[in-house]
């Protein structure tokens, strides 16, 4: 998406004509105005010059963010959002009270409650009249904005908040000139009653207060949507302006712009870590607080990431640039923020298209409005009034502001709580989610084993059987064996070397230890090569029940312990789970596991569904089910999960997982919490009803503001004069964006408030998208078993069928496997349903090839 700056919107009627323009500029493929930032953001194919051309054709201006600069600043960033409105707009309001109270002195003062004059004004109504006009004029040359805004848009056919302000108070200016020349003439021919008469209708003050009343309405719009952005300007902030570099043994200063990927720099205490690097030499406790909103210090050392704008607490630390300039974590943060506030949620659409019309149709109105009250006899003074206080009191811009100061603040809060929401429609849509599908490894575990168990057998130590699998496990790869090594660190065991390392792929690990040979494995390995006593096999089971993964170790082909290792639980995943569900959302998880592992584990963190045995490209596809049945978020962290996060009807990425998972979700979460989960829905659901009461408010006033001052009520004794009028024009907006900005109080992970939402009629589950039997098995009936029927070619003998038999019932959901190398089949029995690409993935992993499973 490409950023632009737009200058000389005024209103919600601009920022549509703006939005049409450029939508119709060949190659254009969507467009997005905020009035709110005064930005657009493009995509598609059109040159920057032809855009910029259509904004200016439209009488608007335009920029491309960042056009003359290689590399833009965050100051730059920063500098653009300054408030330069609210200075100007506090001047012009400075002077327009000054000239307006010496015309009110006069208009209302003196005819009112007879507060004095010069003599020489006695009875010189003429001069008094002249007085007023030259003063409403003065106040309208300091408001001349609105005139030049608002005719120039009326003669392009595209009138907005400026035309209204502008058509109200010349209307009330020229009909008071225009008496005050029926006056002269009364004086000349002594009409002093005509003069009085003519004297009343004179409106010079209500000119001139209609101008300083929508500058007030202005200028306090204008201070609070300053502070809608502060959430964005804060971040700007945080960048860092210079780093500290190695350069040929000399430490040196130089601007952050100027450092390189690949530069070495260092950090001491109390410094802010200048680009994002990987620490090369030292240890820290770094203060993430900018980025994640998580204010305990994380620990660094060698081989650590570290990010821009964090703050160095303790060591001195020496790292390497791995991100530079726009590539950094905080500044793709605050790309995300801004593309968001550049974008428009669903629910604006409603606003923009009446946006579109409404300044048209409120000219006419007030135009039918003045008709009307002449042909219903009344003087032409108080049907002019009557069309003024119309023109006046109507407000597009509370229309247009309703969503975007909310999608604005809303998003701001959510940053500075480590969520990122990347549009306006991820932080509309997440918060009416009704499934949310998480990801086991990585999402709701820590996705690294760890040892849970040391179980010797009788007469062997826990750190005899710790130092014997350290010394095999230590010259493998895979992630169990790593958290085996891990403990065996931890507890300072001997490391001892090993000969003649086998791995045996899907079995476990052999190797050769003092003449003695040492075998590691699964239990269908072990009790198929030495035997396992049944109290043995009681533990290993319980061990899978519990989600455990049990891994036995021989010394000489006699068992000398069980070695427990498990994937936990982050501490926060059950208390996130239980928020979802309190929340009305149904959770289910997905997972790879066998299910008997995958229930255990599912049980433990309180998911409502557990769909097991999905392969990598599976998790896509279930996705897809499941939206069937309900709007359905995915969370994942892995780069197997992108799929499904594009899948979904919202994409949410833990931030510390891949960064294709994090390019294909809608939302990231920087602190990696599963609680943020909720908390991005509590602070979706919060924005919507802000908007909702902000849609509601701009609605109403106009609804009822628009009948009240063209009369419709003046049977009840109800009307409007003009400057009353203008006076609600210039607080409406101002209480759209001010209760937008109660958003900032908005506590995320307070689940005390949650309101269940309309569940997803959730239907059978899901964990077999193959066939309906299958769903019928998983249905949960005792005593349902079935069987399938796989095609295999290339078994020879009967060694391929034991070999096809073994692995096949090895799974935690077949009871039994017939196998024929000379029927070419295999007959599976299952216990309960498992996906065909587990079948088939089994046996193809032993070389062979299946054909089809019926």
Sequence with gaps: MEQYTVTGMSCAACSTRVEKAVSKVPGVTSCSVSLLTNSMGVEGTASADSIVAAVMEAGYGASLKGAGTENRSASADEDALKDRETPVLKRRLITSIGFLAVLMYFSMGHMMWGW??????????????????????????????????????LWRRSPNMDTLVALGSMASYVWS?????????????????????????????????????????????????????????????????????????????????????????????????????????????????????????????EGDLVSAATMNQSGYIRCEASRVGEDTTLSQIIRMVSDAAATKAPI???????????????????????????????????????????????????????????????????AKNGILFKTAVSLEETGKMQIVALDKTGTITEGEPVVTDLI???????????????ALEQ??????????????????????????????????????????????????????????????????NRLAQEGETPLLFTLDDKLIGVIAVADTIKKDSREAIRQLKNMGIHVVMLTGDNERTARAIGAEAGVDEVIAGVLPDGKESVIRKLKEQGKTAMVGDGINDAPALTRADMGIAIGAGADVAIDAADVVLMKSS???????????????????????????????????????????????????GAAAMSLSS??????????????????????????????????????????????????????????IEGM??????????????????VDSAEVSHEAGTAVVTLNSGVQDEVLKKTVEDQDYKVTSIQ
Excluded at 711 to 723: A, D, I, Q, R, S
Excluded at 751 to 761: L, N, P, Q
Excluded at 796 to 813: I, P, Q, S, T, W
Aim: some cysteine; glycine content about 8%; charged content about 20%.
């Design 177 to 301: 000139v225009f008496a005050l020349f029926l006056m002269t003439d009364a004086e000349v021919h002594g009409d002093m009653a005509g003069v009085m008469k003519y004297m009343d209708e004179f409106y010079f003050e209500s000119a001139a207060m209609i101008l300083t009343l929508i500058t007030v309405g202005k200028m306090l719009e204008a201070r609070s949507k300053g502070k809608t952005t502060d959430a964005l300007k804060s971040l700007m902030k945080l960048a860092p302006k210079t780093a500290v570099l190695v350069q040929n043994g000399e430490e040196v200063t130089v601007p952050v712009e100027q450092v390189k990927k690949g530069d070495i720099f260092v950090v001491r205490p109390g410094e802010n870590i200048p680009v994002d690097g990987i620490v090369l030499e030292g240890a820290s406790a770094v203060n993430e607080a900018a980025l994640t909103g998580e204010s305990i210090p994380v620990d660094k050392t």
């Design 116 to 153: 004095p004059l010069p003599s020489w004004f006695e009875g010189n109504h003429v001069a008094m009249g002249l007085v007023q006009m030259i003063l409403a004029g003065i106040i309208m040359v300091i408001n001349q904005k609105f005139f030049v805004n608002g005719f120039k848009s």
């Design 456 to 470: 010797p057998v009788e007469g062997i130590s826990e750190t005899e059987l710790l130092t014997v699998a350290y």
């Design 348 to 414: 604006a659409k409603i606003a923009d298209k009446v946006s579109g019309v409404f300044v048209p149709v409120v000219i006419t109105i007030a135009c039918i409005t003045t008709v009307v009250w002449l042909l219903l006899g009344r003087e032409f003074a108080y049907a002019l009034a009557r069309g003024i206080s119309v023109l006046v009191i109507s407000c597009p811009c509370a229309l247009g502001l309703a969503t975007p100061v909310a999608i604005m603040v809303g998003n701001g809060l959510g």
């Design 796 to 813: 020879m003998c009967g060694h391929c069928e034991a070999r096809v038999k073994k692995v096949l019932e090895a799974l935690a959901e």
């Design 475 to 540: 010259k493998s790869e895979h992630p169990l064996a790593k958290a085996v090594i891990k403990r065996g660190q931890e507890r300072s065991v001997d490391k001892l070397e090993v000969q003649d390392f086998t791995a045996l792929p899907g079995n476990g690990l052999s190797a050769v230890l003092d003449g003695q040979r040492i075998v590691g494995g699964s239990m269908t390995f072990i009790k198929e090569k030495s035997g396992l006593s049944e109290a043995m096999q009681e533990i290993c």
């Design 674 to 724: 599963l609680r943020d989960v909720a908390a991005a829905i509590r602070l979706s659901r919060a924005t919507l009803r802000n908007i909702h009461e902000n849609l509601f408010w701009a609605f109403i006033y106009n609804i009822i503001g628009i009948p009240l001052a063209a009369g419709t009520w003046v049977h009840f004794g109800l009307t409007l004069n003009p400057m009353f």
């Design 734 to 791: 101002f209480c759209v964006v001010s209760n937008a900005l109660r958003l900032n109080f908005c506590r995320l992970h307070d689940a005390s408030r949650d309101k269940k939402i309309k569940s997803a009629i959730i239907k059978d589950t899901i964990m077999n998208t193959d066939s309906q039997e299958e769903s019928e098995m998983e249905s949960g009936k005792e005593g349902t078993t079935m069987t399938k029927t796989m095609k």
